[in-house]
């Protein structure tokens, strides 16, 4: 399925994976000085930080003093660079107030949230998964957001009961538009393409359409 992608995927490492089987089947996979799947990639003019926030036999996410230094020291170049960075991260480094998945989240959420507090006028956003639920927000000021999952969307639970909720939610994945000025995010129910019904629009002068009226 990666090789016959149009696009060039970028791996990173999540909570099921265990990072030497890793390691051994995507060889190519960029790892840092410490053994840690973690790297640098400069993509239009920014500087995108993938972390490695696995430790292996727990769910939760870890980022020692090792890849925090990493982080750190990124960030420091990026900002000696002037150049914008974005952070990618699987564990959500912030409490989403849903008792299930908090109890699953990064663990050093302060010593995250202290690098973005440094850095904040570099960062532009940051970018995890791991909850399987639209999410947006900021931590110190930070914007963040975070797709819904191509596997097993969930539901929040914000009554504090230790319970996972799913149903007949639709799997998505996030398109982040991102130029010099702004970072735009779509939610895209990609198994609703083939129901989408299209609208063609007339064409009027340049810049201008004209909208067929309602029903």
């Not at 639970?157 to 994945?173: K, M, Q, V």
Request: charged fraction near 20%; hydrophobic fraction near 40%.
């Amino acid at each position: 399925m990666l090789a016959a992608s149009p696009i060039e995927p970028i791996l990173m490492i999540g909570n099921h994976d265990h990072r030497e089987t890793f390691k051994e089947i995507f060889s190519d996979a960029p790892v840092d000085a410490d053994g840690y799947i973690q790297h640098v990639r400069e993509i239009g003019g920014h500087r995108l930080i993938f972390l490695d926030t696995n430790l292996a036999g727990n769910h939760s996410g870890r980022l020692g003093p090792k890849r925090l230094a990493w982080l750190s020291a990124q960030l420091e170049e990026s900002q000696r660079e002037r150049k914008p960075a974005l952070v990618f991260l699987h564990h959500h480094p912030v409490q989403i107030g849903v008792l299930a998945t908090d109890i699953l989240a990064l663990v050093q959420k302060k010593e995250f949230a202290a690098i973005l507090s440094r850095h904040r006028d570099t960062i532009r956003h940051v970018f995890f998964g791991h909850c399987h639920m639209s999410l947006s927000g900021s931590i110190e000021r930070v914007p963040f957001s975070a797709p819904r999952s191509t596997s097993h969307p969930g539901w929040p639970e914000f009554e504090g009961r230790l319970a996972y909720g799913h149903g007949p939610i639709e799997p998505s994945y996030n398109l982040a538009l991102i130029d010099d000025t702004s970072v735009v995010i779509h939610t895209i129910e990609y198994r609703l393409d083939d129901r989408i019904e299209w609208e063609p629009l007339t064409g009027g002068e340049a810049g201008t359409v004209t909208v067929p009226p309602g029903p």
